[in-house]
């Protein structure tokens, strides 16, 4: 029969070994990627992978900058029309909407977070990319500054991001909503008691309680966007040349590793080079999650002074 201080030092050690075992598995994961990563860093000069133009893996040129850049056009794109629409719509249903609608829109949101990405994708080819092209073509026509070079056919870090929007924002507005409505009611009716309107409650009461939350919702988007493969693929043309225009074709990384992997065999330091892609995103995820706690501690100290 064991002890109660012996069960809590069991559940203490399995929950320590539970940690321990998730920081090391990101370890491994890290030196995997560098390990098969290696033979090509031993080949170039970083600089010159990194900021290198050409992706030519045929003639041994293995320039990342189009799909670095490609990842992070596609990636803002998408989320600056994601955040301002779910922020709004997650106010809405917190702060807002009868009881019925909250009941019938809340099912609906978790439906289309986890709708498969390649119906996200079916549905960009079919609507998003038609509609981007015709677009394209009224801009080439009427406002050549903002037009692509290339052929208005759709398939565009526009209809991507937009894709992609689609995607993350379900994921935002389900749980800014949640932060908005964890805020507690006190601080509304102080507010409203004060004279300040539903909207001025909304702004400068429940908004500035739940920011660090909703900054959370909004980097959580962010990081489900910088990483998704299937549905950009399908709409953004797979180009790898650095885009120019919201209506230019793009090739993220997610999409270059994902088209290309059962290709790599035949040709010297092919695998090594998607492997230094896979390293690389990991790279830019970690860092933009470092960079995303900095935030949030700073904007929790500016909250407390």
């Not at 390649?118 to 609507?127: E, H, L, P, Q």
């Not at 500054?145 to 991001?161: D, F, H, I, K, N």
């Not at 800014?176 to 309107?197: H, I, N, Q, Y």
Request: aromatic share 8%.
């Amino acid at each position: 029969m064991l002890t109660r201080s012996t069960k809590e030092r069991l559940a203490t050690l399995w929950v320590g070994i539970a940690g321990a075992t998730t920081v090391l598995l990101a370890a491994a994961l890290f030196t995997a990627l560098f390990a098969r990563a290696f033979p090509i860093l031993q080949r170039y000069p970083l600089t010159a992978l990194l900021f290198g133009t050409v992706w030519q893996p045929a003639k041994g040129l293995f320039g990342f900058y189009p799909f670095l850049l490609g990842s992070l056009w596609v990636t803002l794109t998408a989320m600056a029309v994601a955040v301002p629409l779910s922020l709004l719509t997650a106010i809405y249903l917190a702060e807002y909407a009868p009881a019925t609608v909250r009941r019938t829109l809340n099912p609906l949101i978790d439906l289309m977070a986890s709708v498969p990405s390649v119906v996200y994708g079916v549905f960009g080819v079919s609507v998003i990319v038609p509609c981007v092209g015709k677009l394209a073509t009224f801009v080439q026509q009427h406002l050549p500054l903002l037009a692509s070079e290339a052929p208005p056919t759709g398939y565009s870090v526009l209809a991507a991001g937009l894709v992609l929007a689609l995607m993350v924002a379900p994921t935002i507005v389900a749980v800014a909503e949640e932060v908005l409505r964890s805020v507690p009611v006190s601080l509304r009716e102080a507010a409203l008691a004060l004279g300040a309107t539903a909207w001025e409650t909304t702004r400068f009461v429940t908004m500035r309680a739940a920011r660090a939350g909703i900054i959370g919702a909004v980097l959580l988007g962010f990081a489900r966007a910088l990483g998704e493969t299937m549905a950009v693929l399908m709409v953004v043309g797979n180009v790898p040349r650095v885009p120019r225009s919201f209506f230019d074709p793009a090739y993220p990384l997610p999409a270059l590793i994902a088209n290309n992997y059962g290709e790599m065999m035949s040709i010297p330091l092919y695998d090594a080079a998607l492997m230094m892609a896979a390293l690389l995103l990991l790279v830019s995820a970690v860092a933009f999650n470092l960079a995303a706690q900095l935030v949030l501690r700073l904007t929790q100290s500016v909250g407390r002074m």
